[in-house]
């Protein structure tokens, strides 16, 4: 072997052995990287790899990475996943806090947003299987959950503007202390929980308790990466939704408070675009939102809860 060469073989049809050396310099590596990858045989999971490798190879070039610091990453790739449970998936909420999550929702949507619907957000992991059907008009607040009172009415669209009615809409959300009542036991079941129906003009409407911001966990390996970071790990207060209507696209979305202290410093980087609505004071010491969701036509396949 030469100075200019490595001993390593490229890639050879599959069972046949690999003889060529590969020169010893970066773009060589590449390409020999690139053409093992070429035997891959879901065409979708190849186009993928091949990017992933070449991007990949073009950081640590950019960044001049070192063995030691490829150990680190490596390590803290670990740990997330040591992290990560039947409660807790820390994996999520690494693509959260760089934003890589939104960014996936955001290029899904691309079609619907230019059409003027309605942008989705994440569905986060607070969401509940078989949360109570209740009557529009109802207070989905336990009695002995105080706050100050919210007063929600929603209308359901598709992207042309007419409503639809008898669409389902699943909404839950944090308690003024700011945490979901699964995370809490002086919270009754399903507190701040329900299914509501749209009537015949798309409108629902229910009473609730204005929401707060939380903090997403920072006791693992994703809080150490924001402390690195200088970070807050705050999000802004915000109403979960999830519309489903015959015909259309299943919206998961947020809606963020734009009056919270964190409205545009989301951890998670969720608050984007129109997701940020005023919560409006109605004159007797509470709040009223408006909300419009725009449903984009297609096949409606809900999204699994990830909770029980």
Not at 84 to 111: C, F, N, P, S
């Amino acid at each position: 072997m030469t100075s200019d060469q490595a001993q390593l073989s490229s890639s050879a049809p599959a069972g046949e052995p690999r003889s060529k050396t590969i020169p010893a310099t970066p773009a060589a590596l590449l390409q020999a990287v690139l053409e093992a990858n070429a035997g891959t045989r879901d065409p979708r999971l190849r186009t993928v790899l091949a990017s992933l490798i070449t991007h990949l190879h073009a950081f640590a070039a950019d960044v001049q990475l070192t063995y030691g610091e490829l150990q680190q990453g490596l390590d803290f790739g670990v740990r997330v996943g040591q992290a990560t449970h039947d409660k807790r998936h820390e994996g999520i909420l690494l693509a959260d806090i760089l934003g890589l999550a939104t960014l996936v929702l955001l290029m899904d949507a691309k079609a619907v947003l230019a059409a003027g619907g309605t942008e989705p957000a994440l569905i986060g992991p607070f969401w509940r299987a078989s949360q109570p059907v209740r009557p529009n008009g109802s207070r989905i607040a336990s009695a002995d959950t105080s706050g100050v009172p919210l007063h929600v009415r929603g209308r359901v669209v598709s992207l042309d503007g007419r409503p639809l009615a008898g669409a389902r809409i699943e909404t839950w959300q944090a308690a003024p202390s700011g945490l979901y009542e699964n995370q809490d036991p002086d919270q009754e079941d399903m507190n701040l929980r329900a299914v509501f129906e749209t009537d015949a003009d798309g409108h629902f409407w229910f009473d609730s308790v204005k929401p707060s911001g939380y903090g997403v966990p920072i006791d693992g390996p994703c809080g150490e990466l924001l402390a690195l970071q200088g970070r807050g790990h705050m999000r802004p207060a915000h109403l979960h939704f999830i519309a489903a209507a015959p015909g259309h696209k299943v919206l998961t979305t947020q809606i963020f408070d734009a009056l919270d202290p964190y409205a545009y410093e989301d951890a998670a980087f969720g608050a984007v675009g129109s997701l940020l609505r005023d919560f409006m004071p109605d004159g007797a010491g509470g709040y009223r939102l408006d909300v419009e969701l725009k449903l984009e036509p297609g096949e409606t396949h809900m999204p699994v809860p990830p909770l029980r």
